[in-house]
T-cell receptor
Framework: AAGVIQSPRHLIKEKRETATLKCYPI?????VYWYQQGPGQDPQFLIS???????DKGSIPDRFSAQQFSDYHSELNMSSLELGDSALYFC?????????????????FGAGSRLTVL | AQKITQTQPGMFVQEKEAVTLDCTYD???????LFWYKQPSSGEMIFLIY??????QNATEGRYSLNFQKARKSANLVISASQLGDSAMYFC???????????FGTGTRLQVFP
């Protein structure tokens, strides 16, 4: 079965550079979530999209932006990178429409993109 | 606001033994969902088991079962017959409306020894 695809898997950047992470959700999934997991931390919600519209916003810095495109893939853009941005970035997807009534909206996570800022 | 608490930073268990990982939650919603994810050292987040607040029976998935005690607001994960490959970080999570994002606990690192 198709999974959530994230690229790149690993990324090394210098301080003040920019980075773009990509996420390809499972086909027919209508919702995408982005999470940031720092070393030894639990995943923190950044932002989500439902049917290509931003649906929720968490602890996402103003230096970060994200969007979902017509083909449902999503990109997380990070500018003016700081050392503290070094983390594992997850994308997850779900079909909230398909799960209505079933209760089991199980988010499927990608393998993550590991960003290291030097 | 919803909250997930995992009070065990680390747990050790011997191979083939059972282990319980604790999770308590706080919510004012009547309808909610609880999840457990496994994160091995490679980093990926793997879904293990789901429990809905209206489910009358405890969820089970192979060697995983969820000890759901609604009145105590606990949703403990029980792993039976532990295997070396079960060594990983385990996160309890709750679905938060209205967008169904997951809120995670701080995790429990499980180590299975021979």
């Amino acid at each position: 079965a198709a999974g959530v695809i994230q690229s790149p898997r690993h990324l090394i950047k210098e301080k003040r550079e920019t980075a773009t992470l990509k996420c390809y959700p499972i086909p027919r999934h209508d919702t995408v979530y982005w999470y940031q997991q720092g070393p030894g931390q639990d995943p923190q919600f950044l932002i989500s999209f439902y049917e290509k519209m931003q649906s929720d916003k968490g602890s996402i810095p103003d230096r970060f932006s994200a969007q979902q495109f017509s083909d449902y893939h999503s990109e997380l853009n990070m500018s003016s990178l700081e050392l503290g941005d070094s983390a594992l970035y997850f994308c997850a997807s779900v079909s909230r429409q398909a799960a209505v009534g079933s209760g089991a909206n199980v988010l499927t996570f990608g393998a993550g993109s590991r960003l290291t800022v030097l | 606001a919803q909250k997930i608490t995992q009070t065990q930073p680390g747990m050790f268990v011997q191979e083939k033994e059972a282990v319980t990982l604790d999770c308590t939650y706080d919510t004012s919603d009547q309808s909610y969902g609880l999840f457990w994810y496994k994160q091995p050292s490679s980093g990926e987040m793997i879904f293990l088991i789901y429990q809905g607040s209206y489910d009358e029976q405890n969820a089970t998935e192979g060697r995983y079962s969820l000890n759901f005690q609604k009145a105590r607001k606990s949703a403990n994960l029980v792993i039976s017959a532990s295997q070396l490959g079960d060594s990983a970080m385990y996160f309890c999570a709750m679905r938060e409306p209205p967008t169904d994002k997951l809120i995670f606990g701080t995790g429990t690192r499980l180590q299975v020894f021979p």
